[in-house]
């Protein structure tokens, strides 16, 4: 037998012991924020639990939230099929068979009504996980807030809109790098004044990781992301002790317990000081605020109960790391969507580490402890080390058109299965402890029917509308997208009119082209 490994999934060795102590004299809410941003963490209030949900039609997942708000849920992610990822309506061509798969179809203000039904935006906040139509989500949810009468510089929440990590990791982007980062910019400057309150981003680890990067990659690449948008806003002319206050981060929590602690850790004090090189000198500008998700990736369709125990392990880890806010995966999501009975377990797991375990009584308890701190300093060295070659190349957007990050995390996703197929890496149930299959927990599945239904509701819509409101708003559009105008309020006026996504992002495919 090989002398056995000793190194987190990024490759750091771990020593026998941990002896020295490494002058930690830093404390919470103070820069560089290592041991968390707030000065009394979870003990002040505790994190958001999201549950992240969104399938079929806007009916369906509108009854999903009401049952999740009724279990204690804090506050909703929305999940969007395909075609609403990529700027078609349900009726087009290329939606055949991804209609309310992965999440819900949106194809127009009128659903967006129809999926907060009875919810009242101003009492929750909102987290969409929508990147290239991001401009045209974020425009519906404004204007249902003014439908409901909500003050809109009062109403929170977030949109992911972070297109790099999409080139590089998961493939859901429509237009050119560069129109897609100047739509990015214009919501960074429009939020700033019209809806204060907003996320207007949330670079995004977690899909990275879920495409196989190691922990100190998913750490490298979303920041260097993050410097990135950081430097686009810079160009535009804003301040960056306006608008990096309002960027959140989105990471993975993966199955390394110690190692996800560190990565956390490392983030918050790696952020706060390219923040301050670059001219941040508001607290709030510094910090890193971000959520967390469950390895979705780290789920086995083999004996899926065992995924309760993994959620329970991996969100403790986003906790004790400091996390904002916390989404834990249902444990038969790697056969179907959750189950509502999968869904109310994964929830009950944040409010028994919440409420029971006592990690909650005292701000970052790991902290001080030598093998901590210490894997802390080597994963914020081994990023660096990544940043540095992204910087020298010219930042993310020339890494991701080099296919640079593209190969590091397709290599690192080679070695990874590679270990777990020779054994070096244990995975419980699929290559150690197997057994003969017991019978599969009940799955959630999608009816193929819910598209006719979104393509009746089109041509109802189409109908009742005014088109000539329609077309002029997206005539309006188009010339806004040839010159240098902020397009939101444009965005914005089409959706009024009940133009529909696949309408508004085709005006902006015919000027910026695609990718």
């Known amino acids: 037998m090989a002398d056995k490994k000793f190194t987190t999934t990024s490759g750091i060795q771990f020593k026998e012991v941990y002896t020295e102590p490494s002058g930690m004299d830093e404390l919470p809410g103070q820069f560089p924020y290592t041991r968390g941003i707030q000065k009394d963490m979870y003990r002040g209030k505790p994190w958001t639990m999201r549950q992240y949900a969104g399938f079929s039609t806007a009916e369906e997942s509108n009854k999903r939230y009401h049952y999740l708000l009724s279990q204690g849920t804090m506050g909703l992610s929305v999940a969007f099929d395909l075609p609403t990822q990529i700027g078609y309506d349900s009726d087009h061509a290329l939606s055949e068979g991804e209609v309310g798969k992965v999440g819900v179809a949106i194809d127009s203000l009128k659903d967006m009504e129809i999926l907060f039904d009875g919810i009242q935006l101003k009492d929750i906040t909102t987290s969409m996980t929508i990147n290239a139509t991001a401009s045209i989500l974020l425009a519906m949810y404004i204007a249902l807030a003014k439908r409901q009468g909500a003050d809109i510089k009062q ?46 981003i949330s670079i995004s680890g977690y899909h990275i990781r879920e495409a196989g990067s190691t922990a100190v990659q998913e750490l490298a690449f979303t920041l260097a992301n ?56 508001d607290a709030g500008a510094q910090k890193l605020r971000f959520h967390t998700q469950t390895g979705g990736s780290t789920l086995t369709a083999q004996q899926p109960m065992n995924n309760i125990v993994r959620v329970s392990n991996q969100a403790l880890a986003a906790v004790l790391g400091g996390t904002q ?10 056969l179907s969507l959750p189950t509502e009975a999968a ?29 901590v701190e210490a894997l802390t300093n080597e994963l914020e060295a081994a990023a660096y080390v990544y940043i540095d070659k992204i910087d020298a190349m010219g930042g993310s957007v020339k890494a991701i058109e080099q296919d640079y990050i593209q190969q590091e995390i397709a290599a690192a996703a080679y070695e990874y299965q590679n270990d777990i197929e020779s054994g070096d890496r244990v995975l419980v149930g699929v290559n150690k402890f197997t057994q003969q299959e017991e019978v599969a927990p009940p799955v959630f599945r999608i009816d193929d029917s819910i598209r006719i239904q979104q393509t009746q509701k089109l041509e109802m819509l189409k109908k009742e509308r005014n088109n000539n409101e329609v077309k002029d708003a997206l005539k309006n ?39």
């Not at 493939?171 to 100047?182: A, D, K, L, Q």
């Not at 806010?325 to 790697?334: Q, R, V």
């Open 155 to 200: 109403i929170s929440g977030t949109i992911q809109n972070d297109i790099l990590k999409e080139y590089a990791a998961r493939g859901t982007y429509i237009y050119p790098p560069e129109p897609s980062m100047r739509l990015i910019t214009d919501i960074f400057e429009y939020c700033s004044k019209e809806v204060p309150k907003w996320n207007t």
């Open 343 to 371: 869904a109310k377990i994964a929830l009950r797991t944040q409010q028994i580490i919440a409420f029971e375990s006592g990690v909650t009584d005292t701000v970052d308890p790991l902290a001080g402890s030598y093998f």
């Open 226 to 281: 993050g410097k990135t948008y950081l430097k686009a806003a810079l160009d535009k002319g804003l301040d960056i002790n306006v608008f990096a206050k309002r960027l959140s981060f989105f990471f993975n929590c993966h199955n390394n317990f110690f190692e996800e602690i560190a990565k956390f850790r490392a983030a918050r004090r790696m952020w706060a000081n390219i923040t301050k090189e670059l001219g941040a000198t």
């Open 477 to 515: 559009l188009s010339l806004a997208a040839k010159g240098t105008e902020n397009l939101m309020p444009y965005i914005l006026t089409a959706v009024e009119s009940y133009a529909t996504l696949g309408e508004i992002a085709d005006e902006l495919r015919n000027i910026f082209g695609e990718y």
């Open 325 to 334: 806010s916390l989404h834990t995966n249902g444990y038969d999501e790697a």
